[in-house]
């Protein structure tokens, strides 16, 4: 077993030994034990996985717990309390108010739901949070035809016109001018004689100041794919799972030389802690209308997407130009992809296109300010119903992303009907 297989295999132990210990005061030292590693790397290995301190993550937990019971079932708050790992029912009432800015008694008769599912991620790389510096770097630009491969094409390009380069490199998608992609290199050593770049495809442009931001930081091996990976990994899966939030300012990407070859890739994401946890309310019949287009196999999501806008760009141009919110639906091998419409809207029929919308009573709805992975969040979304006795309609669920704020920071809701209940079509006849 390799080191990252027996360390992961160590982590998931202590997050067993928290499920089943989390009606006690859990002794981080205890912890430790569980987890086979010191004090001080149980913090740095819990964060890196998790997104959370330990403590964070027990409190999560425990109050998790101690709400499905206050809103399931008919035990007094005092009992819950102890039975959750609380040491009154004052301390539970804080922490409950704290939280949802509810009493208890308020949250079990409310349509509010807090969940916080047990972690059972399986990272592909370390992640750190940490305040990071970016130094003052000379910013320079990169244009090519193609998109695929641009960062490797400009860094190599740079290392033949500077080939004893020695300061660090930075780097970052840049805006496309006409036909040609950019990409962004920020270079540390300032000095170098800018006129060996103009004209091969670069356009050297303005000094940029350092700056200190929080980051969530991963190390990756020079590999495509491997980078995709890693970049999907920590924005739609790790940033899901933490406390913290994408802050829709630049990312950045390290360039780890050695011999003046790239031999890894470091990964700053920039971000803050979350403002508000993950919700889950009951909402009635939120009057939700999409058109949209269905695909499957290989690509379905891209292709379903693409038939829809198509479909829109050719007879509502001002319509799609305007949308900000879009459906998504994935099971089996298929993918449904829409955009939000108005209830007016009498549209053309098309043999690849359908018109839906909701129309049942009651939806379970999950709401984060993440947009984070789709298959995450349906399945925290079932999990809450089992654990507390809602039937739902688990084929139904959908998405809805909320681009209003930015592209760049997208807004998720799942959806849910309650039991026997589904989209309805329209007719428009």
């Not at 006409?178 to 050593?189: A, I, K, M, P």
């Not at 809207?345 to 300010?369: C, F, G, H, R, W």
Request: glycine share 6%; proline share 3%.
């Amino acid at each position: 077993m390799n080191e990252k297989s027996y360390k992961n295999e160590n982590m998931q132990s202590l997050f067993k030994y928290i499920e089943n210990n989390l009606e006690y005061d859990v002794d981080t030292k205890l912890l430790s034990v569980a987890g086979y590693v010191s004090h001080a790397k149980l913090y740095r290995d819990f964060y890196s996985m998790s997104g959370h301190s330990v403590k964070e993550y027990v409190r999560k937990r425990q109050l998790s717990n101690a709400l499905a019971l206050i809103k399931a079932s008919d035990m007094g708050f005092t009992d819950i309390a102890f039975q959750c790992g609380y040491s009154s029912y004052l301390t539970l009432w804080r922490a409950v108010r704290q939280t949802l800015g509810l009493t208890p008694s308020e949250y079990k008769n409310g349509n509010t739901y807090y969940f916080f599912p047990p972690f059972k991620g399986n990272p592909i790389q370390p992640v750190t949070v940490s305040n990071d510096t970016i130094p003052r770097a000379l910013r320079v630009l990169y244009y090519h035809t193609k998109l695929t491969g641009i960062e490797n094409a400009a860094i190599q390009t740079f290392l033949q016109i500077v080939p004893n380069y020695n300061g660090r490199i930075f780097g970052r998608n840049g805006k496309q001018s006409g036909s040609r992609f950019c990409y962004e290199l920020y270079l540390t050593d300032t000095s170098i004689d800018c006129g060996k770049l103009n004209g091969r495809g670069f356009k050297t442009t303005n000094i940029i100041p350092c700056f200190t931001k929080l980051f969530a930081v991963s190390t990756v091996r020079n590999d495509e794919k491997k980078i995709n990976a890693a970049w999907n990994y920590l924005y739609y899966e790790w940033l899901q799972n933490s406390m913290f939030a994408y802050t829709n300012e630049m990312y950045y990407e390290e360039y780890i030389l050695k011999n003046s070859k790239l031999i890894k890739l470091k990964l700053y994401l920039p971000i803050k802690k979350r403002e508000e946890e993950t919700k889950i309310v009951l909402a009635k019949n939120p009057e939700l209308r999409f058109i949209i287009a269905k695909a499957a196999g290989y690509n379905a999501e891209k292709v379903a997407s693409e038939m829809v806008f198509n479909y829109m760009k050719a007879n509502y141009l001002e319509t799609v130009m305007d949308s900000k919110v879009f459906y998504l639906q994935k099971y089996m091998n298929c993918c449904v992809c829409g955009i939000k419409t108005d209830t007016g809207l009498q549209y053309i029929k098309d043999m690849n296109i359908m018109d839906i919308a909701t129309d049942k009573p009651d939806y379970l709805v999950l709401e984060s300010d993440v947009a984070g992975n789709y298959g995450l969040y349906a399945g925290m979304l079932i999990a809450f119903a089992r654990d507390n006795g809602i039937n739902i309609d688990e084929s139904e669920i959908f998405a809805v992303y909320n681009a209003k704020d930015s592209f760049n920071n997208l807004k998720i809701k799942m959806y849910c009907p309650l039991h026997d209940t589904s989209f309805g079509e329209i007719d428009t006849k």
